[in-house]
């Protein structure tokens, strides 16, 4: 079993940023892939950007250049950092675990980008 909490989120401004944190629990060795996610109101659920072991990281075009996803293995923590927020990025950022035998969802954090 693998727990994650996120934590973060809040109200920004446009043109604002913010760094959102999944701290892992449990069977983390058993993690190969992290990920961060979002969905926005009467929308699906996206990808945002992914994380190997290793560190090699993929994003979604929508965030290229302004979401960064990092991981601090010391700490069993994967962070995303976002610069340039938009009223539209607004919605529940959830990461998730890939054991490559089961997936694991934290709770999400909700972002809110408006003036």
């Known amino acids: 079993q693998v727990q994650l909490v996120e934590s973060g989120g809040g109200l920004v401004q446009p043109g604002g940023s913010l760094r959102l944190s999944c701290a892992a629990s449990?069977?983390?060795?058993?993690?190969?892939?992290m990920g961060w996610y979002r969905q926005a109101p009467g929308k699906q659920r996206e990808v945002l950007a992914t994380?190997?072991?290793?560190?090699?990281?993929r994003y979604v075009d929508s965030v290229k250049g302004r979401f960064t996803i990092s991981r601090d293995n010391a700490k069993n923590t994967v962070y995303l950092q976002m610069n340039s927020l938009e009223p539209e990025d607004t919605a529940v950022y959830s990461c998730?675990?890939?054991?490559?035998?089961?997936?694991?969802w934290g709770q999400g954090t909700q972002v809110t980008v408006s003036s």
């Open positions: 994380i190997t072991n290793g560190g090699s990281a």
């Open positions: 998730n675990a890939n054991t490559m035998t089961q997936v694991y």
């Open positions: 449990g069977s983390i060795l058993s993690i190969a892939v």
